[in-house]
């Protein structure tokens, strides 16, 4: 007989994929997990069933009840795909800078979207303060159960990856790997995978890539220093202060700050040359890779993240005007 299958059972177990280019060009074996395959179209689905499984076994959730969560649109997503799988209801904060894409997915998924300015942290208006006020005002509401998913904060995030991506990235490449290479939303997805393989193999080499705009390129390289400057086009990356997350990734080797410039060809390359379409987080991930490679040398084995697929940017990275106006060259299929 064959297995039951689920919507929820497709999240996780993503292929790596050969990333043929860089490899040649770096003289290493570099590939990409290909969470861009995942039900919802990025890695934030493991993040979304890991936190509603460990509420529900706590009795946190309740048939019925609601979930609450302030998010660039990914964690959304993937919140919305399980919560409407297991009956429970969704309410989304999101910036309102997040591609339109993002937004309707959120909407077509039936979740309640609410747009908010998007204003720095430490503004009281912040997307995520905001949502946990709204998930304090639903809770005193309802004794249905309230889950305020707090993705920055909540440590299911990173058992994520530390239970799922980790492993699965030990066992596809047999234990041979070198070095392992992401950027930092809130940082689930490099403190699971990174504390997994530093306890699997100490000499595994873990890298930082960080969009300018965020802090963790100067934290990891310069004794905890918080520092940042300039900005990049990327989404759903780029943090700033240092969270109960941050504080468990005890395993960082090397920081790399990224230049959108530097990033993106890559990622237009391998749309047109290798037929993968993907997001921009996972072009700062694959220049950090490069980066990586060089430092590790030729005949390494690298793995990185692409965290979601390309078609969530369609306005935006793959509309000519909009790089234009971002002073990037517009790749020339798109002229
Ligand atoms: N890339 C994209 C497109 C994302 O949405 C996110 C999560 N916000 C990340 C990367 C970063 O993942 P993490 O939160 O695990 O650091």
């Not at 299911?156 to 990235?169: L, R």
């Not at 700050?257 to 997001?279: S, T």
């Amino acid at each position: 007989m064959t297995k039951h299958r689920t919507i929820i059972s497709e999240i996780g177990n993503t292929p790596l994929i050969k990333l043929k280019k860089i490899s040649e060009l770096t003289g290493c074996d570099i590939y990409g997990k290909a969470e861009f395959l995942n039900p919802g179209q990025s890695i934030k689905d493991r993040t979304a069933l890991k936190i509603i499984e460990e509420a529900e076994l706590r009795k946190d959730l309740t048939k019925g009840g609601l979930i609450v969560e302030g998010t660039a649109g990914n964690t959304g997503i993937g919140l919305s795909i399980v919560a409407n799988a297991k009956g429970y209801k969704t309410k989304i904060i999101i910036p309102n800078t997040q591609s339109e894409e993002k937004k309707s997915t959120l909407r077509s998924y039936g979740a309640e979207l609410i747009e908010v300015p998007a204003v720095p942290f430490s503004d009281d208006k912040n997307y995520q303060h905001v949502a946990r006020r709204i998930a304090e005002e639903e809770t005193k509401k309802t004794n249905n159960g309230v889950l305020f998913a707090d993705q920055w904060n909540n440590l299911d995030n990173i058992k994520a990856h530390y239970e799922g991506t980790g492993p699965e990235i030990w066992n596809d490449t047999n234990g041979k790997l070198d070095g392992f290479v992401c950027s930092i939303g809130t940082g689930g997805t490099i403190t699971g995978i990174s504390n997994y393989l530093k306890e699997k193999n100490q000499n595994i080499k873990i890298a930082v890539a960080d969009p300018h705009g965020a802090s963790m390129y100067n934290y990891f390289k310069n004794n905890n220093v918080i520092a940042s400057s300039g900005n990049s086009i990327s989404e759903g990356i780029g943090l700033g202060r240092v969270t109960p997350i941050i504080k468990e990734a005890i395993n960082i080797d090397f920081s790399y700050l990224i230049d959108d410039h530097i990033a993106l060809p890559y990622i237009y390359d391998l749309v047109i040359n290798e037929g993968i379409m993907l997001g921009g987080s996972s072009a700062i991930n694959i220049a950090g890779a490069v980066e990586l490679a060089k430092e590790l040398g030729p005949g390494n084995t690298i793995v990185t993240i692409l965290c979601d697929n390309g078609n969530r940017y369609q306005s935006k990275l793959f509309n000519p005007s909009y790089l234009i106006e971002k002073g990037i060259s517009v790749p020339e299929w798109l002229t």
